[in-house]
């Protein structure tokens, strides 16, 4: 069974840092990465990155603050959020797809100005 266990969100002050980490059991995944979605807004892509961590793709709004990273041995996909802004308020959910598509129960990330 697959499971995607999210951890690492909370409240920071703008300009401030976070460290998202996603642990992933039941398969191999092709893709992981993270998605968000503020209130009232539609879920948005926020970073992938491919099974060995070759191919990362990121969101024009996080390039240069935010960094995908995996530790393939564990299975787990980090978020590493810097200079972080109001705007990044949203909750962040793990995703990974392998013939299907999964989802974490998303972690709430509050940054304040």
């Known amino acids: 069974q697959v499971q995607l266990v999210e951890s690492g969100g909370g409240l920071v002050q703008a300009g401030g840092s976070l460290r998202l980490s996603c642990a992933a059991s039941?398969?191999?995944?092709?893709?992981m990465g993270w998605y968000r979605q503020a209130p009232g807004k539609e879920r948005e892509l926020v970073a992938t990155?491919?099974?060995?961590?070759?191919?990362?793709n990121y969101a024009d709004s996080v390039k240069g603050r935010f960094t995908i990273s995996k530790d393939i041995a564990k299975n787990t996909v980090f978020l590493t959020m810097n200079s972080l802004k109001p705007e990044d308020t949203a909750v962040y959910y793990c995703?990974?797809?392998?013939?299907?598509?999964?989802w974490g129960q998303g972690t709430q990330v509050t940054v304040s100005s």
């Open positions: 990155i491919s099974t060995n961590g070759d191919k990362i």
């Open positions: 995703y990974a797809r392998h013939s299907f598509h999964y």
């Open positions: 039941g398969s191999i995944f092709s893709i």
